[in-house]
């Protein structure tokens, strides 16, 4: 489980660290890294010539069910809209990557791709209808799963996503109805993915923006970054601590069992030194005996460490949530780790027989 | 001229910790030699040091004080793995206990000492083969341990003292375990091992341990007396 959430963080992460987020100064209906107000055209256009810039993408991004219980989840529910006349400036996506079907094109409508617990937990697939805001969508495409936000995410293209923000957005609607107000349709962005130059340092364009676009809010990539590690660092250390509890209790206990195995059998190693066995010898034995047996242990602790995550995995994914990641480090680490406990413990046990004499040993296995 | 010397222990002091006041000075100085051919026979009452005085010529246990050398090879000052080796080199043991390793085969069992210092071929098990069917023994090979009696145990750690025919046969109560009989077979079999030109060195409560051997002592006080 700590190493499901260390990918989360980690695909967090490389997102915001491929692109410059920016989002209107003050508060709005924006969400996730565009979360702020109103981001119009005019500033997207000021942010177009600032120096160091390469590419800017008008985006909105809106919670999907705007409800206090959905506002309190880690991984909310997001509808991003895109504007795809823009290609994609995050360069580490330059395109989100696609499962099943196909990523979104210019000009389409009322079409939605979404992520993978996303349309898990709604059983959607290419070709599937989906109702946002009392209109109906297409799925085309299907992402795979990031272990990330973008796994809860419905992208739709940014018109489509204005007009849900319109409809879903109260204030809005009746200060436009009003007229009060010049905006027009592009003016409707709750922030913008920025990309920079090759030759350009992210934080040193970020920082130009901040003076020379007024009315913004901009994320230092690195910033951002950081502030994605805070706020999930409580949860990350808990568990990452869990995990090392577990790893340390359950090494222990199998190292516990190697020493305890290598001593039950003191006499018969101090007959062995009797009848000529050096102590490089026994220390080889003891040693491959250990091995053996973390090895055997530790590979049927991560079978029964599988077979219990993947079932409640498989029970959780109804509800398109995923608990545990077995990544290969993981795994292999877990082995290791065994093999390195065993290890110890049998060179503990070793040193401690063959420091006692023969004789010693053979009294003391004797009366035991 | 008298046969060459296989054992000569010169001065050894032992030395046990006592819960409380001096240490308890088991053996207080013994001299011995024991030459190829012979049978030595160490009687003495129980806790007299008897056990103590075999673990430290076998080099089971180090002596406080004194010289032990094996032929004319001074081995006392030995660290632990070179002991290990002189160990596996010149001597045999027979236990009281027969101290035979319960997950083995009693083949098995023989070849042991043989798995750590000559390695076992074909020869040697022939050899180990040869030394079960001499002592009657050789139909339960594949036997364990817990599936012998104590007299065919004791019988198949002869077997395994004597395999890599070890210049030194040390006997600690080896028939204290057993009845007359088995053990009337085993002290015959340690004579017909010095007969044969192997120094034997017994310790044994039993009085009729003490027929046919070339030296018997007690060991009293500390010290060992010709009877």
């Not at chain 1, 990544?327 to 390195?340: Q, T, Y």
């Not at chain 1, 004789?359 to 296995?365: C, D, F, L, Y």
Request: glycine share 12%; charged share 20%; with cysteine.
């Amino acid at each position: 489980m700590a190493e499901r959430i260390v990918r989360f963080i980690e695909g967090g992460d490389r997102f915001v660290l491929g692109q410059i987020s920016v989002a209107g100064r003050g508060m709005g209906m924006g969400a996730g890294f565009t979360a702020g107000g109103l981001l119009p055209a005019a500033a997207i256009e000021a942010i177009r010539k600032v120096d160091g810039v390469s590419v800017v993408q008008p985006q909105v991004m809106l919670p999907l069910n705007p409800s206090t219980s959905q506002f309190m989840t880690l991984t909310q529910e997001l509808v991003l809209g895109m504007d795809l006349s823009v290609p994609s400036p995050n360069r580490h996506y330059r395109m989100l990557p696609v499962q099943d079907g196909r990523f979104l094109r210019q000009g389409d409508r009322r079409k939605a791709v979404v992520g993978a617990s996303f349309a898990t937990s709604r059983g959607l697939r290419p070709g599937s209808r989906l109702e946002l805001e009392g209109q109906p969508y297409e799925v085309v495409g299907v992402l795979e799963r990031m272990l990330t936000a973008p796994d809860r995410f419905v992208i739709v293209s940014i018109e489509d996503a204005r007009d849900q923000w319109v409809s879903k957005d109260r204030l809005l609607r009746t200060v436009l109805a009003s007229g009060g107000v010049a905006l027009r349709a592009q003016d409707l962005n709750t922030g913008a993915a920025v990309g920079w130059r090759e030759t350009d340092d992210p934080d040193v364009v970020a920082r130009r923006i901040r003076e020379r676009v007024a009315g913004v809010n901009v994320q230092l990539p690195s910033e951002l970054s950081s502030l994605l590690r805070q706020s999930t660092a409580f949860f990350s250390a808990l568990l990452v601590g869990l995990g090392l509890l577990a790893f340390v209790i359950g090494g222990l206990s199998l190292a516990n069992t190697v020493a305890a195995a290598v001593f039950e059998r003191i006499r018969d190693f101090g007959v062995k030194r009797a009848l000529g066995a050096t102590d490089w010898q026994l220390g080889r034995e003891i040693l491959g005996e250990a091995l053996a047996v973390t090895l055997s242990g530790g590979a049927v602790g991560v079978v029964l460490a599988l077979a219990l995550g993947l079932g409640i995995d498989g029970w959780a994914r109804r509800s398109g949530q995923q608990l545990f990641l077995f990544s290969p480090r993981l795994l292999g680490g877990a082995l290791v780790f065994s093999l390195l406990l065993g290890a110890a413990a049998a060179a503990y046990a070793a040193v401690r027989i063959v420091r006692l004499s023969p004789a010693e040993a053979i009294r003391r296995g004797s009366a035991a | 001229m008298p046969p060459e010397l296989v054992l000569t222990a010169r001065g050894l002091v032992k030395r046990f910790p006592a819960p409380a006041g001096p240490p308890i000075e088991v053996l207080a100085g013994v001299d011995l030699a024991v030459r190829r051919g012979e049978l030595v026979v160490i009687e003495g009452p129980s806790g007299s040091g008897k056990s103590t005085l075999l673990n430290v010529l076998g080099l089971l246990e180090d002596a406080d004080a004194g010289e032990i050398c094996f032929g004319e090879h001074c081995v006392s000052a030995l660290g632990r793995v070179a002991k290990g080796r002189e160990r596996g080199r010149w001597l045999g043991f027979v236990f009281q206990s027969f101290l035979l390793l319960p997950t083995l085969t009693a083949l098995d069992n023989v070849l042991l000492g043989a798995r750590y210092t000559t390695g076992v071929d074909a020869e040697r098990r022939r050899r180990a083969m040869e030394l079960l069917e001499r002592f009657g023994v050789a139909e339960r090979r594949d036997h364990h341990p817990a599936q012998l009696s104590g007299g065919e145990q004791q019988r198949v750690a002869f077997c395994r003292a004597v395999l890599n025919d070890p210049p030194l046969l040390l006997a600690d109560e080896p028939t204290g375990n057993l009845d007359d009989v088995n053990g009337g077979v085993i002290l015959e079999s340690l004579r017909d091992r010095a007969r044969a030109g192997g120094a034997v060195i017994v310790v044994s409560h039993r009085p009729d341990a003490a027929l046919g051997a070339d030296t018997v002592f007690t060991l009293s006080g500390g010290s060992l007396r010709a009877r």
